[in-house]
């Protein structure tokens, strides 16, 4: 039987590789894949192309998240909605995150409850562990300095308030793994700056391997259980990490180094930080926050290095089968290797 999904955000880092993986899951799948750009048609074809006759599985619906005619168009047939899309950038003026993050997301579920059919898709939204932001300020007063955890904690509650009940939304935890071009090459900056030396002792993180990821994404896609809005926290079964050694190892397997650890004996006071950080970012005209950051210092980040956004993958593992398929010893492994033979050709 033809299973047939909607994917946004099949582009970005994550996409691409959900996209690989559900087609090599099963031979039955055909997806519609929203992209903004012609650089995104082959970034998502390429993926496909990975799979036997995965190209031909794969129909391209340009268009973006603000587009109703497009998404009308992707939603047509569909089982399966994999809503991916987002601003992911931890900086930047708070309504560019809103605008696709949030109401790109309402636009998308209410073409959702508006279809005139008895069997209408799973609606599976991939979150993160920074939609948890509303355990440390209220609701009403999120800061808008942290547009991007801001935006996936409005987004989870416009979902959680929808009339539609067959809901999945997926918190992943610090994606990690092959070809990340989002968060390592922010690692690399981060350990490069003499700041990384004294950085404040972060909480343990919650981390997720890329394919991980994509296994719980998948198993949220053929769950039979219906009717009845979930939230499912993704994590690596390993357990959480410290963030120098996360840094070390992730940094250190991807470009073939040893990067540097912050000092034993000295660390600098969180609140000292904090009100640095704070001043620079409030400096007029210099947009620090808003337009551009550096070397992955910003008060958002810190947020996420400081406050308890641990995860716990126990009722996904429980309610849909979630394992954790790719070890982190594995996953080193990986990452070495293609270091390796990457450094080797150049």
């Known amino acids: 039987m033809i299973i047939k999904f909607f994917v946004t955000g099949g ?52 268009g973006h998240m603000n587009d109703e005619n497009s998404l009308k168009e992707g939603l047509n047939g569909v089982n399966v909605i994999v809503h991916m899309a987002a601003k992911v950038q ?9 605008k696709i993050n949030v109401q790109g997301t309402s636009l998308l579920l209410s073409l959702v409850e508006s279809l005139k059919t008895s069997n209408k898709p799973r609606f599976v939204h991939i979150s993160s562990f920074t939609a948890r932001l509303s355990d440390h300020f209220p609701i009403d007063l999120l800061p808008d300095w942290a547009p991007y955890s801001k935006s996936k904690c409005l987004s989870e509650k416009e979902i959680l308030k929808s009339s539609f009940e067959d809901i999945i939304i997926l918190r992943l935890g610090w994606l990690w793994g092959k070809d990340d071009n989002v968060l390592v090459p922010m690692l690399y900056n981060l350990c490069k700056n003499p700041i990384w030396k004294i950085i404040p002792k972060s909480q343990p993180l919650s981390i997720t391997h890329i394919t991980n990821a994509c296994e719980a994404i998948y198993l949220s896609c053929i769950t039979t259980n219906k009717n009845s809005k979930r939230v499912y926290e993704i994590e690596d079964y390993e357990g959480k990490v410290d963030m120098d050694d996360f840094l070390e190892f992730y940094v250190g397997s991807t470009y073939n180094i040893k990067p540097s650890r912050p000092f034993k004996t000295f660390r600098a006071p969180r609140w000292l930080v904090w009100g640095l950080f704070t001043c620079v970012e409030s400096i007029p005209l210099l947009g620090y926050s808003k337009t551009w950051i550096f070397d992955g210092m910003n008060r958002e980040c810190l947020l996420c290095l400081h406050k308890d956004y641990q995860l716990d993958s126990t009722k996904a593992k429980e309610e849909i089968g979630y394992s954790g398929i790719i070890s982190k010893e594995q996953g080193i492994v990986d990452l070495a290797e293609l270091a390796k033979k990457k450094f080797q050709t150049t």
């Open 11 to 62: 582009s970005g880092y994550l996409g691409r590789n959900v996209i690989q993986y559900a087609l090599s899951q099963n031979e039955n799948i055909i997806i519609n894949a929203l992209s903004r750009s012609n650089v995104s048609d082959e970034i998502i074809l390429k993926a496909a192309g990975n799979i036997d006759k995965g190209r031909e599985r794969v129909r391209i619906i340009r």
């Open 90 to 98: 931890p900086y930047g003026y708070y309504e560019g995150h809103d």
